[in-house]
């Protein structure tokens, strides 16, 4: 079994940074996908952005294209997204998840995480 723990979130100001961090508790020994997605109050859960554990490009959401940032630290197991230029409309719970496929659609996703807060206003 696969468990996702997300850290990293918390409040800021709209143009700061964060850094959310997603520990997986097993080594891939295969190419899973990595995704971060979010939810914010009364919307549906929005894909962010993807990444395959082993090499390949990644994918962005429009809306955070070119201020996002998603990566990997192989060896110990870890997931990023780095959140530049901030903006209130990114205000949401950030979940980190783990699957097969190379896609955007959340019900993809075999394992998920619990989801750290992030909020930016003023």
């Known amino acids: 079994q696969v468990q996702l723990v997300e850290s990293g979130g918390g409040s800021v100001q709209p143009g700061d940074s964060l850094r959310l961090s997603c520990a997986a508790s097993?080594?891939?020994?295969?190419?899973?996908?990595f995704s971060w997605f979010r939810q914010a109050p009364g919307k549906e859960r929005e894909f962010v952005a993807l990444i395959r554990w082993h090499g390949g490009s990644a994918l962005y959401a429009d809306s955070v294209k070119g201020r996002f940032t998603i990566s990997r630290d192989n060896p110990t197991n870890i997931l990023y997204l780095q959140m530049n230029s901030l903006k209130p409309e990114d205000t949401a719970v950030y979940y980190c998840?783990?699957?097969?496929?190379?896609?955007?659609?959340?019900?993809?996703?075999?394992?998920w995480g619990q989801g750290t807060q992030v909020t930016v206003a003023s």
């Open positions: 998840a783990r699957g097969s496929d190379y896609t955007s659609v959340a019900s993809a996703y075999e394992y």
């Open positions: 097993a080594r891939p020994f295969s190419n899973p996908v």
